[in-house]
């Protein structure tokens, strides 16, 4: 077994819920109610349904179920489904600095224990240890300036989790580390050019093969044991790194670093969408002469650096675009699921008002990226007459240095809701995740979550 594997693996098999902080069991808390908002904010759009209509075709001896409906499927295609519906709407939580979305691993985590008896704490510390694989692994290498999608972030930190749930043994549990790396490194065209369904989709498979990995590994089956260091590895195809230190008992967990989402769109354009909601009033759109938003290069290469977020086709390429969604912050004040439309999406005005954008990446903003773990914006928006309007935001509503309160995360569940849960299900379902670690039997929580 190779250094790091050993290293990963050692961590995500000795770890117990008594090692964790008070802070982290309870910001895994916000973010379990924060990604069952984005499910349910997320359960009636088109690859939500498709995904559901193919879980729908396989049954299983060991079956998991699917959010809302609950309808029985195999535990992968459950996690499929699921994560579908907390990923569609791009508000579930972000890393930040083109890091991706952690709790895209949910899904598999609340299909495994679907499959066998787990406790709350015991699925609490499953999020914590797959929260801190995710975060480790991008602090060490930032698999998108390599050619692969941040899918490959979910998959290993997923299947740590799902191994956690599993109680598979140390050497089991590396090998489902290992499947998980060796058979899905996503390639990262999944977020360039004009962005299909796929965009919401990445994630969701990552969780389902990290289920398969952990499958694998149960039954006996073994792995590559130098999937980082050995030739043709991780090393020698995404580039040498060395993993950080992981927390000890009582130490800070990088589940409290992580940011919650305000508006349904790239986290890259929570900042530019602020800084435009800021000084709208002081604005005419047909006044405008320019727009410039500065920002740092990962927002800029995701959401500014390609012709089609000028003239985005699809919900997918809008939602990181950000030409796009400064020029909808500013005519309608907000940012929400109508924003998305195919109506508000090809309205000659909007579209109009984003040829007028520019996005500019600005070195000075990666160096204080880099310095203060901001994510910073600086916006110029140049008049007709010659005056000049200025705005910008260093940290976004959400953001680990300016966090939603527990009240703003339980809105957000209210507000995505759409009527789908009654009120009294949603004060249950509420209550259970704020007690999650009393709970005997998490499908319990499963059960809550029923249209």
């Not at 879980?55 to 996690?79: H, W, Y």
């Given at each position: 077994?190779?250094?790091?594997?050993?290293?990963?693996?050692?961590?995500?098999?000795?770890?117990?819920?008594?090692d964790l902080s008070p802070a982290a069991v309870h910001e895994a808390k916000r973010r379990v109610i924060d990604t069952l908002a984005c499910a349910l904010g997320g359960f009636d759009a088109?690859?939500?349904?498709?995904?559901?209509?193919?879980?729908?075709?396989?049954?299983?001896?060991?079956?998991?179920?699917?959010?809302?409906?609950?309808?029985?499927?195999?535990?992968?295609?459950?996690?499929?489904?699921?994560?579908?519906?907390?990923r569609y709407l791009d508000l579930n939580d972000a890393q930040g600095n083109g890091g991706g979305h952690p709790s895209d691993f949910f899904g598999a985590l609340l299909a495994t224990a679907?499959?066998?008896?787990?406790?709350?704490?015991?699925?609490?510390?499953?999020?914590?240890?797959?929260?801190?694989?995710?975060?480790?692994?991008?602090?060490?290498?930032?698999?998108?300036?390599?050619?692969?999608?941040?899918?490959?972030?979910?998959?290993?930190?997923?299947?740590?989790?799902?191994?956690?749930?599993?109680?598979?043994?140390?050497?089991?549990?590396?090998?489902?580390?290992?499947?998980?790396?060796?058979?899905?490194?996503?390639?990262?065209?999944?977020?360039?050019?004009?962005?299909?369904?796929?965009?919401?989709?990445?994630?969701?498979?990552?969780?389902?093969?990290?289920?398969?990995?952990?499958?694998?590994?149960?039954?006996?089956?073994?792995?590559?044991?130098?999937?980082?260091?050995?030739?043709?590895?991780?090393?020698?195809?995404?580039?040498?790194?060395?993993?950080?230190?992981?927390?000890?008992?009582?130490?800070?967990?990088?589940?409290?670093?992580?940011?919650?989402?305000?508006?349904?769109?790239?986290?890259?354009?929570?900042?530019?969408?602020?800084?435009?909601?800021?000084?709208?009033?002081?604005?005419?759109?047909?006044?405008?002469?320019?727009?410039?938003?500065?920002?740092?290069?990962?927002?800029?290469?995701?959401?500014?650096?390609?012709?089609?977020?000028?003239?985005?086709?699809?919900?997918?390429?809008?939602?990181?675009?950000?030409?796009?969604?400064?020029?909808?912050?500013?005519?309608?004040?907000?940012?929400?699921?109508?924003?998305?439309?195919?109506?508000?999406?090809?309205?000659?005005?909007?579209?109009?008002?984003?040829?007028?954008?520019?996005?500019?990446?600005?070195?000075?903003?990666?160096?204080?990226?880099?310095?203060?773990?901001?994510?910073?914006?600086?916006?110029?928006?140049?008049?007709?007459?010659?005056?000049?309007?200025?705005?910008?935001?260093?940290?976004?509503?959400?953001?680990?240095?300016?966090?939603?309160?527990?009240?703003?995360?339980?809105?957000?569940?209210?507000?995505?809701?759409?009527?789908?849960?009654?009120?009294?299900?949603?004060?249950?379902?509420?209550?259970?995740?704020?007690?999650?670690?009393?709970?005997?039997?998490?499908?319990?929580?499963?059960?809550?979550?029923?249209?």
């Open positions: 077994m190779d250094t790091t594997l050993r290293h990963i693996t050692d961590f995500s098999h000795a770890l117990q819920y008594d088109e690859p939500s349904k498709i995904a559901r209509v193919m879980a729908g075709k396989v049954t299983s001896k060991t079956p998991a179920r699917i959010l809302g409906t609950l309808e029985q499927s195999s535990p992968e295609l459950a996690a499929f489904a699921n994560t579908v519906m907390m679907e499959t066998t008896k787990t406790d709350g704490k015991t699925f609490i510390t499953a999020i914590v240890v797959a929260y801190e694989l995710y975060l480790s692994f991008f602090s060490a290498i930032r698999i998108g300036t390599r050619g692969f999608d941040h899918s490959v972030y979910i998959v290993i930190s997923g299947a740590a989790g799902v191994a956690r749930i599993m109680k598979l043994d140390h050497q089991k549990m590396a090998n489902a580390l290992s499947f998980a790396l060796t058979s899905n490194m996503t390639l990262g065209v999944v977020r360039r050019g004009e962005l299909s369904m796929w965009k919401a989709c990445a994630g969701a498979n990552a969780a389902r093969n990290a289920i398969f990995a952990n499958q694998l590994a149960a039954e006996g089956m073994t792995a590559p044991q130098a999937v980082f260091e050995g030739e043709n590895g991780v090393w020698d195809t995404a580039g040498k790194f060395a993993w950080p230190a992981l927390p000890k008992a009582g130490a800070p967990f990088r589940i409290n670093d992580i940011q919650t989402k305000i508006h349904p769109c790239v986290y890259p354009g929570q900042s530019p969408v602020e800084a435009m909601l800021k000084i709208r009033s002081e604005l005419d759109p047909g006044e405008i002469e320019s727009i410039v938003v500065r920002t740092y290069r990962s927002a800029w290469f995701e959401a500014g650096s390609e012709p089609e977020k000028w003239a985005p086709a699809t919900r997918e390429t809008a939602d990181h675009s950000i030409p796009f969604l400064v020029s909808a912050a500013l005519l309608d004040g907000k940012i929400d699921a109508a924003t998305f439309s195919e109506k508000r999406i090809t309205d000659p005005n909007l579209k109009s008002l984003m040829q007028k954008v520019q996005v500019i990446h600005d070195p000075e903003l990666d160096a204080l990226l880099l310095a203060n773990a901001s994510n910073p914006c600086r916006m110029e928006i140049t008049l007709r007459n010659g005056q000049k309007k200025l705005s910008s935001v260093d940290y976004p509503k959400g953001h680990a240095k300016n966090p939603a309160s527990d009240r703003e995360i339980e809105q957000k569940l209210y507000s995505l809701n759409n009527c789908l849960l009654a009120p009294d299900q949603l004060s249950k379902l509420l209550a259970m995740c704020w007690k999650l670690e009393e709970l005997d039997d998490v499908r319990e929580l499963i059960s809550a979550v029923k249209i």
